[in-house]
């Protein structure tokens, strides 16, 4: 979901949270069990993207965009005061060696790339990653977006451009 307004943290479980200032914007990043938010601001402008298992109890206000995770998908906002958004979500469904192969990677990489993190087990065993990586830039902030799901072996993938224009 992207929304051309902040959030409030309380409206999610926050695990992880880290907050940037760089050349002109700020931004801050939330990473909940299975999805993370992302809050970019310039001046008095924000867009947030919330990615999320569940997004029933999030307000409608401010609600630009809803786009399901599900297959391929893409979605680019049109500037507004002063803020551009694109965004690309891909999803594969893994079988099981493919899928501990890939948590292993994505263990990794975010010990190498000084990402943020969560990892769990649900009660019946199954191991959930969710990962994010965020790149700063003169202009624009990019985040990339992995979320493991173990019990279905499915693979969220999620990149997004926030910038000034």
Known sequence: MVYERALHPELFDVQIRRSFRHNDYEAEVWLTPGGHVVRFQHG????????????????????????????EKD???????????????????????????????????????????????????ACYLSLVDVQKYLRELHIQSYHLAGASGLVLRTQSIFETV
């Open 44 to 71: 008095g402008t924000s867009v947030t993207e919330a990615v999320l298992e569940e997004g029933n109890h999030l307000p409608e206000n401010g609600l630009i965009h809803a786009l399901p995770c599900l297959g």
């Open 75 to 125: 979605y680019e906002m049109e500037p507004n005061d002063g803020l551009g958004y694109v965004t690309t979500v891909q999803t594969e469904l893994l079988i099981e060696n493919l899928y501990a192969a890939t948590l292993r990677e994505m263990r990794t990489f975010a010990e190498e790339s000084n990402a943020l993190a969560h990892e769990w087990v649900d009660e019946d065993g």
